[in-house]
């Protein structure tokens, strides 16, 4: 059986990409991924587990044609929990994700010679 890491520098998954991959059994996607357009997974007929990035917002309906046993791992909070709730695909959480916007960050502190460091 075949195990896939997709790094985090990639952004999106295309068309049909492992589509009929029979050997497929396990697939992390990285946390860039914010795109899995159709039939990527389709026909993977021993496809059973799926890390889903935390930063997927575009997810066809059509990703798992033909795929039965496969089970969805997702981060609590995202996108993708909501996708497979939907459309009742089997998940599981895999933890939570909190998003929160950065502003400025400024940090202080006092190094051994006493010099303020900001």
Known sequence: MIKVNIQDSVTYIGAYVFSECKALSTITLGNEVTKIVGYEFSRCSNLQKLVMSYGATVISNDVFVNSDYVTVYVYDNTYALK??????????LIGAFTSSPVGDLRATAVGKNGVLIT
């Open 83 to 92: 996708w497979a709730q939907e459309r009742g695909i089997p998940y599981k």
